[in-house]
């Protein structure tokens, strides 16, 4: 599968295992930090560019973590709209672990005074798109329940979606919001501004699409993107430069933290080295 078909660099490894990286304790003082925080914000500031969106994490760990980090800072900018949107649309032709990330973020579908809650799935259309018509008929149902849809962009048959800028226009008209699984970030990466597309958050799986070595069970890593809207809801540390120096922050509305630090940093080294010999 995509996550072992690809190109893992030897030059990659010989970076990561530098020792002034593999020495570093987690815990260092800030000033003692330097060089590896110029690699996270480095990293941080490219996939900016990469995705055209102003946000960005490098916690969270694997792909189907960035999507469970999408969908709780869903839930949150919802919450402190002081909306409730039990509704959560993910098309047939989204990858596997969408459904499941739904659910484990609470989405779970069952009926509540014989009124559908949870997941509802959108069909395809001939060409094995998302099938619009179906679409608008599931807002017009559901309307301000929405909390958003999510759809992986090239869908899981292989195919762009074509419509994707009008399937996210109908659902920002209701209140709800995008997310886009990066599992294909392969076919895109360099071509699209996803921020044009009306993405509000999207993963990178960097095992995917940028160099990591993943398979067998081995660590996997993702790097989450997200619109204005979602910034303040931003999980984990952010990294930032001024006076000359890198330091850390945390957002203002943070969702706390999905794992301790900064995620797997080797591995945004060896991406950090993938990107700069790509150019």
Known sequence: GSCTMKYNPYINEY??????????HPEVPIKDAQ???????????????ITGLPGVTTQPLAGAQGELVGLKMFQAFHKQKGEKRDIIIIPRTAH??????????????????NEQVG???????????????????IISKYENRISGIMVTNPNTSGIFESD??????????VGGLVYMDGANMNAIAGYLNLKSLGVDAV??????????????????????????????FLLGIQVEYKDNKYDIFQSKRSIGSFHRHFGNFAHKVRCFTYLKALG
């Open 15 to 24: 970076a990561a295992n530098l020792p002034g990286f593999t020495n570093i």
């Open 203 to 232: 993963h990178n799986n960097l095992h995917k699409t940028w160099s990591i070595p993943h398979g067998g069970g081995g660590p996997g890593d993702a790097i989450v993107a997200v619109s204005d809207k979602l910034i303040n």
């Open 96 to 113: 596997g672990t969408n459904p499941a990330t739904a659910t484990m973020a609470g989405f779970q579908t069952k009926k509540i005074n």
């Open 35 to 49: 060089g590896s925080l110029e690699i996270l914000y480095n990293i941080q500031e490219m996939f900016k560019k």
């Open 119 to 137: 997941i509802i799935t959108l069909n395809s259309d001939t060409k094995g798109q998302i099938d619009i018509k179906h679409l608008e008929e």
């Open 164 to 173: 994707f800028k009008q399937v996210a226009d109908l659902i920002h008209a």
